[in-house]
């Protein structure tokens, strides 16, 4: 009997985390916004300049900027600007 409440135990005190973490998540994709960028940036397909434009979700501006550089790398862009931010 007594192993069978442990066992218990255990079991709720795992979904007791596991909600924690989902509740968690949640809350942070509900914090994320869409930002948007536009620019004139080298694009190798033309091997030339042209306009282009980059969109992510981050939680503020620093971390927009920052997925900005990771996925299309900064010296790829002549000028670059946000030109809006919204609500997921």
Same mark, same amino acid.
């Given at each position: 009997?007594?192993? $069978?409440?442990?066992?218990?135990?255990?079991?709720?005190?795992?979904?007791?985390?596991?909600?924690?973490?989902?509740?968690?998540?949640?809350?942070?994709?509900? /914090?994320?916004?869409?930002? $948007? +960028?536009?620019?004139?940036? +080298?694009?190798?397909?033309?091997? /030339?300049?042209?306009? /282009?434009? +980059?969109?992510?979700?981050? $939680?503020?501006?620093?971390?927009?900027?920052? $997925?900005?550089?990771?996925?299309?790398?900064?010296?790829?862009?002549?000028?670059?600007?946000?030109?809006?931010?919204?609500?997921?």
């Amino acid at each position: 009997m007594v192993n $069978e409440a442990g066992c218990f135990y255990s079991w709720l005190v795992f979904c007791s985390s596991q909600l924690v973490l989902y509740i968690h998540t949640v809350k942070k994709l509900n /914090d994320m916004k869409k930002y $948007e +960028f536009t620019g004139i940036r +080298f694009v190798p397909g033309y091997n /030339d300049f042209d306009q /282009d434009w +980059f969109e992510c979700e981050a $939680e503020n501006e620093e971390e927009a900027w920052k $997925e900005l550089d990771k996925y299309t790398k900064m010296w790829t862009w002549k000028s670059v600007k946000l030109i809006k931010v919204s609500q997921n």
